[in-house]
């Protein structure tokens, strides 16, 4: 069955930075596009980053562009979240996502805690 694992989550100073991992197994990597997603204390989910399975240019968020990077290892089944100049609205757990045949699939979340 389809398994993500998140990690690399912590406790990070405003302006800092930090990379997410995302391991997947359960499926064929590379044929799929792989997302993160976050939800903050009291909101709802939402979409930050997806990389397409072949390449080509990711998907933002508005409130991520030009700080987070998103990248895939299709050697090591692995998607990476690249968090930089942090806000303390990126509190949030953060999520792996991959859809499968028409099911979502979640991970179980890493926390991420922007604070001074």
């Known amino acids: 069955q389809v398994q993500l694992v998140e990690s690399g989550g912590g406790l990070v100073q405003p302006g800092g930075s930090l990379r997410l991992s995302c391991a997947a197994s359960?499926?064929?990597?590379?044929?799929?596009?792989m997302s993160w997603y976050r939800q903050a204390p009291g909101k709802q989910r939402e979409f930050v980053a997806r990389?397409?399975?072949?390449?080509?240019?990711?998907n933002y968020a508005d409130s991520v562009k030009g700080r987070f990077t998103i990248s895939r290892d299709n050697a090591k089944n692995t998607v990476y979240l690249q968090m930089n100049s942090l806000k303390s609205e990126d509190t949030a757990i953060y999520y792996c996502?991959?859809?499968?045949?028409?099911?979502?699939?979640w991970g179980q979340g890493t926390q991420v805690t922007v604070s001074s």
């Open positions: 996502h991959v859809l499968f045949s028409g099911r979502s699939n």
């Open positions: 359960g499926f064929t990597f590379t044929n799929y596009p």
């Open positions: 990389a397409l399975s072949a390449g080509g240019t990711p």
